[in-house]
């Protein structure tokens, strides 16, 4: 980079690099001859129509009919919703509104979702790490030891990538350490594929706390970006000082609520419920490798195991044009990929892809074995 170029550019800008998304590291572009099971996206595209008489006016920064459909969705009133580009745009507001860059800082318990430190990061927002317990569960007195030093605590159940739900006592306890002097921010992004464990009545309870939820999962609209924020009417007055003036484009809201009508709904539960069903198959399957070890637990449309050959296996699919993300980089998960639910054949084809392997790794372990002897 030129010289000046790099001298306007603040410090903490010149030492961020891009988040490597799924799609940045294989880009959609690249054919679609390929079995895409990196990005916990539905394997399977539902149909919309849109209407274009409108495309001529700015939309409305806050859908009243799409906030509307959500609070019927969630049980809660209007006026508890933001909607956003994504919950990634909710990750982002919430750290624009409550964090002074270079002074305050955010916590996260990973091995977790990246978007809470990239966010952080961007905006030269602190970041304070508290690790999961071995079995992934949060480490509520660790948690807690933070209080006063951080003003954004990220949460995330059904967790990305362990697939492990929180406990509720566990994050009753760290709101109840937190009350007036942080927000709480619980991350259900796969909360469709573990219905009953929203946490959605507990906002009634704890003004502090902060719902994440997107269509981007269970709701199989990733390419359209639409998240809600759920809250107390206080916290959403003061997203909405730094929301974009139009953050959701109309045709966005267009599809989303044709995706949040009876119809929708009913649509996306069965989509669930069959990607449910394929996740326990195929678990069931990986379990009976040897070499395979299941990781956490299978309460979102993913999977996460452990193998001593997780860098030849991926590189593996990979020549064979099925793409699933590794994890390895993360900590506490040294060796591990994860695997998005795809349709039927799709995981067929991969469990067959990974048998084919694990039979070539075991006959070059002979082969080894016997010029060692
Ligand atoms: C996918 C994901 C998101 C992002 O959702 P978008 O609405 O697509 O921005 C947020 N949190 C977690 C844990 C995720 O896995």
Redesign the pocket.
Known sequence: MTDWLEQLTTQHVRDLTPYESARRLFGASEGNQRVWLNA?ESPQANEYTLQSSLLNRYPDCQPPKLLAQYAQYTGLMPEQIVTTR????G?ELLIRAFCQPGRDSVLICPP??G?YAISANTFNVGVEKVLLNQDFSVNVSAINSFVGKVKLIFL?SP??PTGTIMAQEDLECILTAYSNNAIVVL?E??IEFSAGCAKTALLAKYPHLVI?R????GFAL?GI???FVLSSVHIKSILLKVIAPYPVPDPVAQIAMQALSTVGIELMRANVKCLSAQRTLLSEQLRQVAGITLMGDQCGNFILFNSAHSKALMHYLVEKNVLIRDQSKQVMLDNCLRISIGTKQQNAQLMTLIETFFSQQKGSHSTNQEVAR
Do not use: F, V
């Not at 994504?86 to 745009?89: F, H």
């Not at 997107?214 to 999962?217: A, D, R, V």
């Open positions: 916990n994504g919950a990634d745009e990750i977790t979702y978007m995330c967790n990305n991350d992004a796969y994440l997107t269509l981007s999962k990733a970006r639409c998240g």
